[in-house]
């Protein structure tokens, strides 16, 4: 079974995104508060919008896959050496030490 996104968490996000910045702008605060604040409301909103996208990435990576998609999908190998040292390293380290 193939994980869902929980778009009722996004939703939740919604309604004190919207309160909050009813009571800022019914507020009698200065201009210049109300500003601040309205922003750091919506940087707020925005912060976590963007998390519920990441806790949801691969939920929302696998909305549009097709119940054949695993036959489907084709995954490449790339086989490699582990790195190994050059032998004239070894060379130049004997010659050096053996000149000191």
């Keep these: 079974m193939k994980p869902r996104p929980r778009w009722g968490r996004l ?3 919604l309604p004190p995104t919207v ?3 009813a009571l800022i702008d019914r ?5 210049a ?3 601040a604040l309205g922003g750091g409301t919506a940087g707020v909103a925005f912060g976590a919008m963007a998390w519920w996208v990441r806790a949801n990435r691969a939920a929302l ?3 549009d896959w097709c119940a054949c998609a695993r036959s489907t999908i084709t995954v490449r190998l790339i086989a490699s ?3 190994q040292r050059p032998r004239d390293a070894e060379k ?3 010659v050096t030490s053996v000149l000191r």
């Design 11 to 13: 939703y939740a996000i």
């Design 19 to 21: 309160a909050a910045f």
């Design 27 to 31: 507020s009698g605060l200065a201009p």
């Design 33 to 35: 508060l109300r500003i």
């Design 61 to 63: 990576d696998q909305v």
């Design 81 to 83: 050496r582990p790195p």
């Design 92 to 94: 130049v380290a004997v």
